[in-house]
């Protein structure tokens, strides 16, 4: 008895694991998708510059949501030495993070307000997935 209710505990926990996982991929298309759009928007409104600006801040938005992902799966898991791994490699995202883009604002590699424009791609497309998102779980 104790055995089938650990079977379906693991089972729902998966399941939750892979819907969790396939909502973080759709707010990474949406996040990508709308870097692109303001990236674009910006090329034909302003400049070039402001538009690797933006594409900077997007591609840098979309790769955090992704090793975020990463870091959601692992520490998901069942396996104890791809958690303690993925925690230093969340340790040094935000590391990274924070030396990036202040290498690339300190070298003026791009100007502040498009690389922050970009990055607001982040909480949009996390907002847009919400509702593009499954919905098949919807009246259940």
């Avoid at 690797?52 to 799966?73: E, H, P």
């Avoid at 490699?89 to 690339?104: C, R, S």
């Avoid at 791609?121 to 907002?127: D, F, K, N």
């Amino acid at each position: 008895m104790v055995m089938g209710t650990t079977t379906n505990a693991d089972h729902d926990r998966g399941r939750a694991t892979q819907s969790s996982g396939s909502d973080v991929a759709v707010a990474l298309v949406a996040t990508a998708g709308f870097g692109l759009v303001a990236t674009m928007t910006a090329l034909l409104v302003f400049h070039g510059r402001a538009a690797v600006g933006v594409l900077a801040g997007a591609a840098i938005a979309t790769a955090n949501l992704w090793v975020f992902k990463k870091l959601g799966q692992a520490f998901l898991s069942n396996s104890g030495s791809s958690r303690a791994m993925w925690g230093v490699v969340g340790a040094l995202k935000f590391v990274g993070l924070l030396v990036g883009v202040g290498l690339l604002l300190r070298y003026g590699v791009v100007d502040a307000l498009p690389l922050i424009v970009g990055y607001g791609a982040l909480p949009v497309g996390i907002t847009l997935s919400t509702f593009l998102g499954n919905r098949s779980g919807e009246g259940t």
